[in-house]
């Protein structure tokens, strides 16, 4: 059975940075891209950052030089750098992976969500 596992969201004032990872384990054979993404109550879920197994990365244009996602393939691990933080980035945000596990096809799995709180 597949889990991702995100942790690293808190409290932190505006300006501050944050530090989320999530790490998929289970039976896992490949993982294509990884991603984050962020979703406040009564919204749509929205893009932050994605990243394909080389590096190649992709950002929602509200957090354009302040978020950074990287990844540790050989951990199975996704990380999203946040800094200089705005009220407005306060959301929970999720991790996901496409990836290839056993008794499945290649299909995207979610996170349980890490809440990210930013105070004015």
């Known amino acids: 059975q597949v889990q991702l596992v995100e942790s690293g969201g808190g409290l932190v004032q505006a300006g501050g940075s944050l530090r989320l990872s999530c790490r998929a384990s289970?039976?896992?054979?490949?993982?294509?891209?990884m991603g984050w993404h962020r979703q406040a109550p009564g919204k749509q879920r929205e893009l932050v950052a994605t990243i394909t197994p080389g590096g190649s990365t992709n950002y929602a244009d509200s957090v354009k030089g302040r978020f950074t996602i990287s990844r540790d393939n050989a951990k199975n691990t996704v990380y999203l750098q946040m800094n200089s933080l705005k009220p407005e980035d306060t959301d929970v945000y999720y991790c996901?992976?496409?990836?290839?596990?056993?008794?499945?096809?290649?299909?995207?799995?979610w996170g349980q969500g890490t809440q990210v709180t930013v105070s004015s």
């Open positions: 996901n992976a496409y990836l290839w596990a056993a008794g499945a096809n290649f299909r995207n799995y």
């Open positions: 289970g039976s896992i054979f490949s993982i294509n891209a």
